[in-house]
């Protein structure tokens, strides 16, 4: 999986509890994102972060909040976890364009999440 | 939301069969990618295919793309028990941080 790990790969928490996952990354990568992935949604765009403290909303974002203070590390934080946060998690990392046009993503294992 | 579809959202084919999957895409592209996911794993890059292209080969995958119908599909020809996943479109978007929009995913099972 590209030198990305996440942590926990599994949880079981209850309603109103916090919850953090963790990305791991040892390519260097600038840019890292958090996907929540549920049957029929496929998967979609929580938070991303192009950068050393700097991160931005994607398309699903209420309930959610990351951090990021160091290249490597990329945290997903729910507040206060609630049963439709019940999904699968995956961290994914890209480079920069470069002299290939294009960028590609490069996914970790996920973290199956279940909120009680 | 830019979030694309795809065409079937199941297919069952028999091995040796080619299975084609359909995405829709919402937005202008520079590139369309196609990704593959085992059952309970991240996602793996398959293939680019660029704007500017019609059609692109990988092996025994063959990637399409219709600008003016912002349509891609995806063929895979004699397909083995080990393609059995899901797959999934994904288009770039257009702000700072490089992200993807990806496809609802279609579930592809080869029987053997």
């Known amino acids: 999986d590209a030198g990305i790990t996440q942590s926990p790969r599994h949880k079981v928490t209850e309603t109103g509890t916090p919850v953090t996952l963790r990305c791991h990354q040892t390519?260097?990568?600038?840019?890292m994102y958090w996907y929540r992935q549920d049957p029929g949604h496929g998967l979609r765009l929580i938070h991303y972060?192009?950068?050393?403290?700097?991160?931005d909303k994607g398309e699903v974002s209420d309930g959610y909040s990351v951090s990021r203070s160091k290249t490597e590390d990329f945290l997903l934080t729910l507040e206060s976890a609630t049963s439709s946060q019940t999904s699968v998690y995956f961290c994914?990392?890209?480079?920069?364009?470069?002299?290939?046009?294009?960028?590609?993503?490069?996914f970790g294992p996920g973290t199956r999440l279940t909120v009680l | 939301s830019q979030q694309g579809e795809e065409d079937p959202q199941a297919l069952s084919i028999q091995e040796g069969e080619n299975a084609t999957m359909n995405c829709s895409y919402k937005t202008s592209i520079n590139n369309l990618q196609w990704y593959r996911q085992n059952s309970g794993r991240g996602l793996v890059h398959l293939i680019l295919i660029r704007s500017n292209e019609r059609e692109k080969h990988s092996g025994r995958l063959r990637v399409t793309l219709d600008t003016s119908k912002k349509s891609s599909s995806l063929l895979i020809t004699a397909s083995r028990a080990a393609d059995t996943a899901s797959y999934f479109c994904?288009?770039?978007?257009?702000?700072?941080?490089?992200?993807?929009?990806f496809g609802t995913g279609t579930s592809l099972t080869v029987i053997p």
């Open positions: 972060s192009y950068g050393v403290k700097d991160t």
């Open positions: 994914a990392i890209s480079d920069s364009y470069g002299t290939r046009g294009y960028n590609e993503q490069f």
């Open positions: 390519e260097n990568h600038r840019y």
């Open positions: 994904a288009q770039p978007g257009t702000g700072t941080g490089n992200q993807f929009y």
